[in-house]
């Protein structure tokens, strides 16, 4: 997560997808990102001297979204960095003093720029295998000469922009991956290296480095550090177990919340504002992070895969690290509540089952056509949700027959039959979602338009709510519709 400017924000998930907020993270939207579930995202950083200007650090299967994407209109539109040579970018690190001066941490080694991005220049030795890859970066803030770089074999440094490197890993556990590499902004010889053995501290530039006495309740697997701009001595840092603070420079740390954090940002406009990005999505905190709010509203970065309703509540499984979740929502609320395993013993929440094994699919059926749901539409009769669009079953589920129509040879990801009234159902269509008042015969769309994600799953009308239709975006989260006012009619 990265603040902007006064107010705005940028979030960004591991599957390249991308938010703004314009409100203090109060509500998101997604940006046009054109490697979004195409690639995985690494890196993200804002260029602090030219606005509108935002590097994101990338590795895919396909050349196309490996590499760097530039945007220089605030993410409107967006272009590969055309160097073949970066592949697989890992990190990347602008100089605070010229941005034209840009690092790289590549799974080929540390690249180097001078003008923006236009020339690139491997500044690591090919041959050097423990210098790859390279997974974190830091420039030295008063000599872009003095580069950092964190891999899987501990840290690196350079003192002659990348001509000679050496290891810097003297009193830090042989094998660390070193997640995050921090300069002190006050103390250039102050290094900070966020590690999965914990938070170490070099007085020396590195060339010695001390473990700290870690949190009580924390992990060791330590992912970011960031310093307060406003109070140099106070520091936070992201474990796997929470998120830790320091006051003293790194001396002593204590956790202060329990979400497993991997990116800290702090607005350096208003004192102890810092925004967190955690596996249980983004937070804020007014108080140096001792208390933290949810601010998800529009933004998700969680696996979604199924939803069902009890009167008026919501259950969403969601697949993280820790394995399968449960979250629910009453109607009446607006944040997400974790299930407890005490909860969920006493109150399992229905979920949807695969459908290629719902008795009365014929085999036959199932193997040729993805099958995604199936409700009761007329009396007798069975509307299946298929990759070839709609198909209906007068037997009870024997025999099949596409329903000819404008949902017809495409994908209809998502039925459900509204619970008041049989004859009416909704369907998804990619990124739009349909409605038909005749048991699914004829069919007219209630939504369309790019705002709208295209990977709808599931779709319900809670039955203690029958105004609203609840959509679930596999990667984008929980969408609500009040149901138009002709309803009635």
């Given at each position: 997560m990265v603040l902007v400017d006064r107010g705005t924000l940028l979030a960004a998930t591991s599957n390249a997808q991308i938010f703004r907020s314009e409100d203090d993270g109060e509500s998101w939207k997604p940006l046009p990102f054109p490697a979004q579930y195409r690639a995985t995202l690494h890196s993200f950083v804002v260029d602090r001297q030219n606005p509108g200007v935002y590097f994101v650090g990338l590795s895919s299967d396909n050349p196309e979204?490996?590499?760097?994407?530039?945007?220089?209109?605030?993410?409107?539109?967006?272009?590969?960095?055309?160097?073949?040579?970066?592949?697989?970018?890992?990190?990347?690190?602008?100089?605070?003093?010229?941005?034209?001066?840009?690092?790289?941490?590549?799974?080929?080694?540390?690249?180097?720029?001078?003008?923006?991005?236009?020339?690139?220049?491997?500044?690591?030795?090919?041959?050097?295998?423990?210098?790859?890859?390279?997974v974190s970066l830091a420039i030295d803030p008063w000599e872009s000469n003095i580069l950092y770089a964190g891999t899987p074999?501990?840290?690196?440094?350079?003192?002659?922009?990348?001509?000679v490197w050496q290891s810097i890993h003297q009193g830090m556990l042989e094998d660390s991956d070193v997640f995050a590499i921090l300069i002190d902004d006050q103390r250039r010889r102050r290094v900070f290296a966020a590690t999965c053995g914990g938070i170490y501290r070099s007085l020396d530039g590195g060339a010695v480095w001390r473990k700290m006495i870690e949190a009580e309740g924390a992990s060791f697997r330590t992912y970011h550090i960031a310093q307060d701009p406003a109070q140099p001595n106070v520091l936070l840092a992201g474990t796997t177990q929470g998120l830790v603070k320091s006051e003293d420079s790194g001396t002593t740390w204590r956790r202060v919340s329990e979400h497993s954090t991997h990116w800290i940002a702090f607005d350096t406009a208003r004192p102890n504002r810092t925004y967190l990005a955690t596996d249980e999505g983004l937070f804020r905190s007014d108080d140096g992070g001792e208390s933290l709010r949810a601010i998800n509203r529009g933004f998700t970065n969680r696996h979604l895969t199924s939803i069902a309703a009890v009167e008026t509540s919501l259950y969403v499984t969601a697949l993280s690290d820790r394995g399968r979740l449960v979250l629910r929502r009453p109607d009446s609320e607006f944040e997400w509540e974790e299930m407890t395993e005490t909860a969920l013993q006493a109150s399992e929440p229905p979920e949807y089952k695969p459908l290629s094994k719902i008795p009365g699919l014929p085999r036959s059926f199932s193997e040729h056509i993805g099958i995604y749901d199936v409700v009761r539409a007329a009396d007798g009769e069975l509307l299946a949700a298929t990759s070839r669009g709609l198909a209906r079953s007068l037997d009870a589920g024997v025999t099949w027959k596409p329903v000819p129509g404008r949902l017809d040879g495409t994908t209809v990801s998502a039925l459900c039959r509204h619970p008041t009234r049989p004859e009416v159902l909704f369907a998804a269509l990619f990124g739009e979602i349909f409605r038909s008042r005749d048991h699914g015969r004829s069919w007219t769309p209630l939504t369309a338009g790019s705002e709208h994600p295209n990977d709808f799953v599931a779709l319900l009308v809670l039955p203690g709510n029958p105004g609203r239709l609840i959509a679930l975006s596999r990667s984008r989260g929980v969408y609500a519709m009040v149901l138009p006012p002709e309803w009635d009619d």
């Amino acid at each position: 997560m990265v603040l902007v400017d006064r107010g705005t924000l940028l979030a960004a998930t591991s599957n390249a997808q991308i938010f703004r907020s314009e409100d203090d993270g109060e509500s998101w939207k997604p940006l046009p990102f054109p490697a979004q579930y195409r690639a995985t995202l690494h890196s993200f950083v804002v260029d602090r001297q030219n606005p509108g200007v935002y590097f994101v650090g990338l590795s895919s299967d396909n050349p196309e979204y490996s590499g760097i994407l530039r945007t220089s209109d605030s993410g409107d539109t967006w272009d590969r960095i055309p160097e073949p040579e970066l592949r697989a970018v890992w990190a990347i690190a602008i100089w605070q003093q010229d941005s034209k001066v840009m690092a790289a941490g590549t799974e080929d080694g540390v690249f180097l720029t001078r003008d923006a991005g236009t020339t690139w220049v491997l500044v690591t030795p090919a041959d050097a295998v423990e210098l790859k890859p390279v997974v974190s970066l830091a420039i030295d803030p008063w000599e872009s000469n003095i580069l950092y770089a964190g891999t899987p074999h501990l840290a690196w440094k350079s003192v002659d922009g990348g001509s000679v490197w050496q290891s810097i890993h003297q009193g830090m556990l042989e094998d660390s991956d070193v997640f995050a590499i921090l300069i002190d902004d006050q103390r250039r010889r102050r290094v900070f290296a966020a590690t999965c053995g914990g938070i170490y501290r070099s007085l020396d530039g590195g060339a010695v480095w001390r473990k700290m006495i870690e949190a009580e309740g924390a992990s060791f697997r330590t992912y970011h550090i960031a310093q307060d701009p406003a109070q140099p001595n106070v520091l936070l840092a992201g474990t796997t177990q929470g998120l830790v603070k320091s006051e003293d420079s790194g001396t002593t740390w204590r956790r202060v919340s329990e979400h497993s954090t991997h990116w800290i940002a702090f607005d350096t406009a208003r004192p102890n504002r810092t925004y967190l990005a955690t596996d249980e999505g983004l937070f804020r905190s007014d108080d140096g992070g001792e208390s933290l709010r949810a601010i998800n509203r529009g933004f998700t970065n969680r696996h979604l895969t199924s939803i069902a309703a009890v009167e008026t509540s919501l259950y969403v499984t969601a697949l993280s690290d820790r394995g399968r979740l449960v979250l629910r929502r009453p109607d009446s609320e607006f944040e997400w509540e974790e299930m407890t395993e005490t909860a969920l013993q006493a109150s399992e929440p229905p979920e949807y089952k695969p459908l290629s094994k719902i008795p009365g699919l014929p085999r036959s059926f199932s193997e040729h056509i993805g099958i995604y749901d199936v409700v009761r539409a007329a009396d007798g009769e069975l509307l299946a949700a298929t990759s070839r669009g709609l198909a209906r079953s007068l037997d009870a589920g024997v025999t099949w027959k596409p329903v000819p129509g404008r949902l017809d040879g495409t994908t209809v990801s998502a039925l459900c039959r509204h619970p008041t009234r049989p004859e009416v159902l909704f369907a998804a269509l990619f990124g739009e979602i349909f409605r038909s008042r005749d048991h699914g015969r004829s069919w007219t769309p209630l939504t369309a338009g790019s705002e709208h994600p295209n990977d709808f799953v599931a779709l319900l009308v809670l039955p203690g709510n029958p105004g609203r239709l609840i959509a679930l975006s596999r990667s984008r989260g929980v969408y609500a519709m009040v149901l138009p006012p002709e309803w009635d009619d």
